[in-house]
């Protein structure tokens, strides 16, 4: 049994120690919101936060996230209510939707490190999420919208 803080909550998995973390989040703890990209770390689709750091879940074995806050897409907030998820919504961001999690997680370590983030930190922080549908320039107009509500502008 591996023991796991996955959204504030203890958890105890039954898996080897080398299964991804990916498998262990959806098939086992149905926390479907993070996504299967590539499974090479590569696309971003499975990006989660191990305390605090965005990580590809797709190649972090499980064992590696025992003792650490594993936050997923669900744990960001669950009623929707973080800046990101409003920002998201308000831009119209996704197209298709199916890395817009993986892209959420990242811009949420971007906006904790850095609140005020100027074009070129966006695109540092966000440049291993693919997005297939290319909406770039809606996820870099979001994260300045996130970064406004954080600070209280309208």
Same mark, same amino acid.
């Given at each position: ?5 996955? &959204?504030?909550?203890? +958890?105890?998995?039954? +898996? ?7 498998? +262990?989040?959806? @098939? ?7 996504? $299967? ?15 605090? /750091? ?14 650490? @806050? *594993?936050?997923?897409?669900?744990g960001l ?5 973080h800046p ?13 939707? $199916? #890395? ?15 609140? &005020? ?5 966006? &695109?540092?922080?966000?440049?291993? &999420?693919?997005? /297939? #549908?290319?909406t770039y320039? /809606? *996820?870099?107009?979001?994260?300045? /919208? ?6 209280? +502008?309208?």
């Amino acid at each position: 049994m591996i023991s796991l803080t996955v &959204n504030k909550r203890s +958890v105890k998995v039954d +898996v080897e120690p080398s299964t991804p973390l990916l498998w +262990v989040l959806r @098939e086992h703890l149905g926390l479907t919101g993070t996504k $299967y990209g590539c499974g090479v770390a590569q696309c971003g689709a499975c990006t989660v936060h191990l305390d605090g /750091r965005p990580v590809r879940s797709c190649s972090t074995p499980v064992s590696k996230a025992a003792g650490s @806050e *594993i936050t997923t897409i669900e744990g960001l907030s669950p009623d929707r209510s973080h800046p990101l998820q409003r920002a998201w919504i308000e831009i119209e961001v996704p197209q298709c939707g $199916y #890395c817009q999690s993986g892209q959420i997680m990242s811009a949420a370590a971007l906006l904790e490190k850095t609140p &005020n983030p100027a074009d070129e930190d966006i &695109n540092r922080a966000m440049s291993g &999420n693919i997005c /297939r #549908c290319g909406t770039y320039p /809606r *996820i870099r107009r979001a994260i300045h /919208r996130a970064a406004e509500m954080v600070k209280g +502008v309208a």
